[in-house]
């Protein structure tokens, strides 16, 4: 058994494709299916099936799958450790994040970054569905993804809660609304929202948390700018569900607590479990050690 059969494998399974899989790792296709046929060979099961046109393990897949993975893993975390140790990390680290990282995320790749001088930073926002799916497949080191429940599973990847804070509402000066302090979230049935692009986990959120009300939000505005809510709101656009952080920092707005339920926003930092680079699991660690400390 070889590393590189588990790492074709693992590929395979998270791409549902021996051909897509032979592009991620830069290995022709046929070399792929040889190594695989051998590790089935040695350990006496099928591994892979095909079904509805996509490759899926199978019982015994998914029983191997869990340890090649944690295999991987290990040797990441090995090879990150080694190099963290002499501070020789170079190239480039690629960070995905949706809107407003929390604050301890940027403190801990300014000291990263003071560590490792070689490296260069690339840092995108994105919504959670292209983060999650770009981290999954090797486009982004790591990537910073908000939703309304605290880490939930995602398969192949490795997880990290970063923070948690509530959802608040944020109205203008003249609102209906503006008068009160708190606020039932059912109450927003009879209200304009704005709010950010289908995809985005702040979306998601809202209107599973309205629908658990019985009424679909009355979304009029939207933006992929988290910031830009505020200022919807205080032109009078609509009430702006968003994190409080962010709300407070916004100027002609009153911030109104939700209740009944309250909302949070629960953000994680998640790497590929099995197939991280060496300069992504050694920011990955890095931001651990941070939290630890904090």
Do not use: W
Not at 84 to 112: C, E, K, N
Not at 140 to 158: H, K, M, Q, W, Y
Not at 196 to 212: D, E, I, Q, Y
Request: hydrophobic share 50%; glycine share 6%; aromatic share 4%.
């Amino acid at each position: 058994m070889e590393l590189r059969q588990l790492t074709y494998l693992v590929a395979v399974v998270e791409e549902g494709s021996f051909s897509r899989a032979a592009e991620r790792i830069h290995v022709a296709q046929p070399a792929i299916s040889r190594q695989i046929a051998q590790l089935e060979r040695e350990l006496g099961e099928r591994l892979l099936s095909r079904s509805r046109h996509r490759i899926e393990p199978t019982a015994a897949g998914h029983a191997f799958l869990v340890h090649a993975q944690a295999a991987l893993a290990a040797l990441a975390d090995g090879r990150s450790a080694v190099a963290d140790l002499h501070a020789s990390l170079s190239g480039r680290l690629t960070i995905g994040s949706v809107q407003a990282p929390p604050a301890l995320l940027i403190a801990a790749l300014a000291s990263f970054k003071r560590r490792h001088q070689l490296v260069e930073v690339m840092f995108r926002i994105a919504n959670v569905e292209a983060l999650t799916s770009d981290v999954a497949v090797g486009r982004l080191d790591v990537a910073v993804i908000g939703s309304g429940d605290p880490a939930p599973p995602r398969p192949g990847l490795e997880q990290t809660p970063l923070s948690s804070e509530p959802l608040v509402a944020a109205v203008g000066l003249e609102h209906p609304l503006a008068a009160h302090r708190t606020i039932p979230l059912a109450v927003l049935r009879d209200y304009p929202l704005v709010t950010l692009p289908h995809g985005s986990g702040l979306r998601t959120l809202l209107k599973r948390a309205c629908a658990a009300k019985g009424f679909q939000p009355r979304i009029e505005a939207e933006s992929d700018d988290v910031v830009l809510l505020a200022e919807l709101a205080a032109a009078g656009l609509g009430v702006a569900v968003m994190p409080r952080s962010l709300a407070e920092r916004a100027e002609h707005v009153r911030i109104l607590r939700v209740r009944e339920p309250e909302l949070r926003r629960h953000v994680s930092l998640a790497i590929n479990a099995s197939g991280a680079s060496v300069t992504g699991r050694a920011f990955y660690r890095h931001v651990q050690r941070a939290l630890a400390a904090a």
